[in-house]
């Protein structure tokens, strides 16, 4: 998604809290977007409470003294951010990066210069490799009538290596039904279960990413989970290997211990990953987590391009102004499927995913 326009960019120096033992730092998470960690450069938690959706499956709702392209106010729990019918990010450029999608409720329309296009949501993820550039829109159309259409989403952008840089874009669709939970029950019938979108827990793994992702490397030891624990219980999180960042992003109500220091919601936690990490919950507890080994490489970002220096990102600019990625084959910016279309995707090479409705 587009961030040129969306957010400050977070300051540590601000947020974060020194800590002892496997703790290394705290910091509350803030106004979005989260600080992150090498390889990741970006985290934001979108969480819109959208009301019904009428015949273009837009907001049953006055958009009246909202910033029409720029709305980021959460007037009434929920925004069109870029959008002007219906709320998403219309067409916008990417390059150098990954961007992993993960959908916990809701629906995402997404289409882009390659000709791909998709319809995904309620618990799949899309991974896209941008590498040498894409341009694509992805789009909330709101797609009950007669109900309102609460989405939660996760947009988390990893960074790829300077020989990966520029290779050829590709996305991944990991559909709900392949994305393994790792669930563990007490004898009181409390669960704790973990989501495992990137990585393995327990043997369990989803379908490999891209093959040209920084997470296709077995070394590079990435993961991303995500974590709900019942009041009550815990869960261990295994070892990762040495030198591999860890970070937990409690959000929601719920406090929680982890490794024995109370940590109190919206707070983002730096443990050493070559431990086992426990959480132990006081309330009903969510969290996301973030880890993977350091690409360790300078690092130039300016809005939708990251190089590794400034002659790289101008070289974005100019191959942007002259090629637009490929250009632009759908008639409008913000394209939306059909209100019926059930979940499927169809790539830049003709192949077609289809998912049943649900």
């Known amino acids: 998604m587009a961030t040129s326009h969306r957010y400050p960019a977070p300051s540590w120096s601000d947020r974060v809290s020194q800590a002892t033992g496997s703790i290394l730092q705290t910091f509350a998470l803030g106004d ?46 929920w925004n069109m951010y870029h959008g002007s019918v219906v709320p998403g990010f219309p067409a916008h450029p990417h ?22 296009t998709a319809r995904f949501g309620r618990g799949d993820a899309q991974w896209l490799t941008a590498g040498a550039g894409i341009v694509h829109a992805e789009m909330f ?18 960074n790829l290596p300077a020989d990966d840089k520029m290779v050829d874009p590709y996305f991944t669709m ?26 393995s827990i327990d043997g369990q793994s989803p379908p490999p990413p891209p093959p040209d992702s920084w997470a296709a490397r077995a070394e590079a030891d990435v993961g991303i989970y995500g974590i709900h624990i ?11 290997g040495a030198g591999v960042n860890r970070v937990l992003y409690l959000y929601g ?3 929680a211990v982890v490794d024995g220091q109370l940590i109190t919601p919206p707070t983002g936690v730096v443990v050493q990953a070559a431990s086992s990490t426990r959480i132990e919950a006081g309330a009903d507890v969510d969290a996301l987590v973030l880890q993977g080994r350091p690409i360790g490489e300078p690092v130039a970002q300016y809005g939708p391009f990251v190089m590794n220096d400034r002659a790289g990102i101008e070289q974005a600019f100019e191959d942007y102004q002259s090629t637009r990625f490929g250009g632009w084959p759908w008639p409008a910016d ?25």
């Open 95 to 116: 390059r150098g990066f990954e961007t992993v999608t993960y959908v916990r409720q809701g629906l995402i329309d997404h289409s882009d210069s390659l000709g791909a």
């Open 253 to 255: 109500e719920g406090s």
């Open 141 to 158: 159309p709101l797609v009950e009538r007669d109900a309102d259409n609460p989405l939660e989403l996760f947009q988390i952008w990893l």
């Open 230 to 240: 019942d009041a009550g219980t815990q869960l261990d999180l295994p070892p990762a």
């Open 32 to 77: 979005p977007p989260w600080p992150t960690l090498d390889p990741f450069l970006f985290c934001v938690h979108h969480v819109d409470a959208y009301p019904r959706g009428d015949e273009r499956q837009a907001p049953v709702a006055s958009l009246e003294g909202r910033a029409i392209g720029q709305d980021f106010a959460d007037v009434d729990g």
């Open 174 to 199: 990991l559909w709900a039904d392949d994305i393994p939970s790792v669930v563990s029950t007490d004898d009181e019938g409390r669960s704790a279960t973990v989501t495992v979108v990137a990585g």
């Open 334 to 358: 913000d394209p939306v499927h059909a209100r019926d279309q059930a979940r499927f995707a169809r790539h830049a090479d003709g192949r077609l995913e289809d998912h049943p409705a649900s």
